[in-house]
């Protein structure tokens, strides 16, 4: 079955460290997207891609960095310089620019 | 400005009776995408309904409908028939070219079903 696959489910992370949250996908889908979640509020954009070897600043960039080296991978580093990594990050994909999303099951990031 | 506004932080509704959930949203694009998704307690993101701007009839999927008043600027979904599993958080997200055609997602809706 195609679909999103985001590991691992449950990450803890000491105070300056950088950690890499995976996401691949089988969909064929262009593009590929990372949220974050905080506890009971709505999905902020951190970076997305449209194409391999290219992507963008959302809205929350900073203290985050991604690579798409391949179509069906796009992982996420929260590195030290994120001031308040723990959150809840899903990762998305799409056929392209006007499709809906398709989400993986989503990381929970702690940092202790 | 807040370009998805969800004024219900929280509704409960009995089961078996129809539930609206509120949406509003703000753009000037004369184009543009209005989608809800459903968030269980497990974390992932279920599509449930799709409005194209241009869409002159509401979406209907299954017990879903989405009411939707361009003029208004509003995208209420609704849910006939409850069920016990349609307690999740609810989501109104927009897609737009002057974003990017990114996601914008509004703060979501806390729904419980009450036997």
């Known amino acids: 079955d195609g679909g999103i696959t985001q590991s691992p489910k449950y990450l803890f992370r000491k105070e300056g460290q950088n950690v890499t949250l995976s996401c691949e996908q089988n969909l064929n889908h262009d593009a590929m997207y990372w949220y974050r979640q905080d506890p009971g509020q709505g999905l902020r954009l951190i970076y997305y891609?449209?194409?391999?070897?290219?992507?963008q600043k959302g809205d929350i960039a900073e203290g985050y960095s991604v690579s798409r080296e391949k179509k069906e991978s796009f992982p996420l580093t929260v590195t030290s310089a994120q001031k308040n990594p723990t959150a809840f990050y899903l990762c998305?994909?799409?056929?392209?620019?006007?499709?809906?999303?398709?989400f993986g099951s989503g990381t929970r990031l702690t940092v202790v | 400005a807040q370009k998805i506004t969800q004024t219900q932080p929280g509704m409960f509704v009995q089961e078996k009776e129809a539930v609206t959930l509120d949406c509003t949203y703000d753009t000037s694009d004369q184009s543009y995408g209005l989608f809800w998704y459903k968030q269980p307690s497990s974390g992932e993101m279920i599509f449930l309904i799709y409005q194209g701007s241009y869409d002159e009839q509401n979406a209907t999927e299954g017990r879903y409908s989405l009411n939707f008043q361009k003029a208004r600027k509003s995208a209420n979904l609704v849910i006939s028939a409850s069920q016990l599993g349609d307690s999740a958080m609810y989501f109104c997200a927009m897609r737009e070219r002057d974003y990017g055609q990114n996601f914008v997602f509004g703060p979501g809706t806390r729904l419980s079903v009450l036997p």
């Open positions: 998305a994909s799409s056929p392209d620019l006007t499709g809906g999303y398709t």
């Open positions: 891609s449209q194409i391999v070897n290219d992507f």
